[in-house]
């Protein structure tokens, strides 16, 4: 079965922790992404890559870091910078970056909770 | 900033009933349009690619007005399956730079 899987479903850490989400693709997606979403909000870009080894900020980059050293894995860092950081982390893929119609496919998501 | 706005609902509808979601968007020269569905602590899924001309899937139906700038989603004959938040997506690129902005989404809830 295609699609994309993210771990764990839910994730608890102490302010000051840096904690690294995982999610991994086998839809052989060049595009991928990262968003956070806040209760009553709407989902927020932190970074996309378009392809291997190649990454961008998006609307709230700052306080995240990734990485994207495989086409299957784009792994999101959430360092002790980031002033807010209990959310909602959804990662998605697409065959090419989604500015030509192409499909987002979106990961279960992981619920960071700091404590 | 480009925007997306959405009233964000709750709509409540009875069973069988229509409804319509409209959505606006800031910059003229966004490219993409979509409609996600996303249940309750669920990941978003597309729901409909929207185009210029409109397009239909079933029930659904979604219309582009670029002149105006907005996209509108109708539901005919509503399910209680119907149920979730809907989300409007606009997307931009071009001369290296891309942006992808999400509306905060507009709650239904279809009642027996």
């Known amino acids: 079965d295609g699609g994309i899987t993210q771990s764990p479903k839910y994730l608890f850490r102490k302010e000051g922790q840096n904690v690294t989400l995982s999610c991994e693709q086998n839809?052989?997606?060049?595009?991928m992404y990262w968003y956070r979403q806040d209760p009553g909000q709407g989902l927020r870009l932190i970074y996309y890559s378009q392809i291997v080894n190649d990454f961008q900020k998006g609307d709230i980059a700052e306080g995240y870091s990734v990485s994207r050293e495989k086409k299957e894995s784009f792994p999101l860092t959430v360092t002790s910078a980031q002033k807010n950081p209990t959310a909602f982390y959804l990662c998605?893929?697409?065959?090419?970056?989604?500015?030509?119609?192409?499909?987002?496919?979106f990961g279960p998501g992981t619920r960071l909770t700091v404590l | 900033r480009k925007e997306v706005e959405q009233d964000p609902g709750p709509f409540n509808v009875p069973e069988g009933a229509t409804v319509a979601f409209n959505c606006t968007y800031s910059?003229?020269?966004?490219?993409?349009f979509f409609w996600y569905r996303q249940d309750c602590r669920k990941e978003p899924k597309l729901l409909m690619s929207?185009?210029?001309s409109g397009n239909e899937d079933g029930r659904f139906t979604a219309q582009l007005n670029r002149a105006s700038q907005y996209i509108s989603l109708l539901i005919r004959d509503s399910k209680l399956s119907d149920s979730a938040t809907y989300l409007c997506?606009?997307?931009?690129?071009?001369?290296?730079?891309?942006?992808?902005?999400f509306g905060k989404g507009t709650k239904l809830s279809v009642i027996p």
């Open positions: 998605a893929s697409s065959e090419e970056l989604a500015g030509g119609g192409d499909e987002q496919f």
């Open positions: 839809l052989n997606h060049d595009a």
């Open positions: 929207v185009y210029s």
């Open positions: 910059n003229s020269a966004s490219q993409s």
């Open positions: 997506v606009v997307t931009d690129s071009g001369a290296g730079s891309y942006q992808l902005t």
